[in-house]
């Protein structure tokens, strides 16, 4: 899948460095998986969810979350948000 919001990812495991192997683990497995649908995505990202129109990411056991949309169609995920799971519970990222 092409993965677009990679800054994103970057610039928080930047203010985050423990987090940093495991977005970069969940980027490799994206950009090299084709998920036609939301079971396959499940299938690899047991913890993810859709909270739609967003699927969200249990990233470090669930002490980040990324928050992103998955077009099954365009083979894309665009990456709207990563957040720690205190910022994630505050639920601004909804509006």
Do not use: C
Request: aromatic share 12%; net charge positive.
């Amino acid at each position: 899948m092409r993965l677009l919001g990679r800054d994103l990812v970057e610039a928080f495991s930047q203010k985050h460095p423990d987090s940093r192997s495991a977005l970069r683990s969940w980027m490799q497995i994206v950009e090299s998986a084709d998920f036609r649908h939301f079971v396959e995505l499940k299938n690899t990202f047991g913890a993810a969810d859709q909270v739609k129109p967003h699927t969200v990411f249990d990233i470090s056991g669930n002490k980040y979350r990324i928050i992103a949309r998955v077009h099954y169609q365009f083979q894309t995920v665009v990456v709207e948000e990563v957040l720690t799971h205190k910022d994630y519970d505050k639920g601004k990222w909804r509006r």
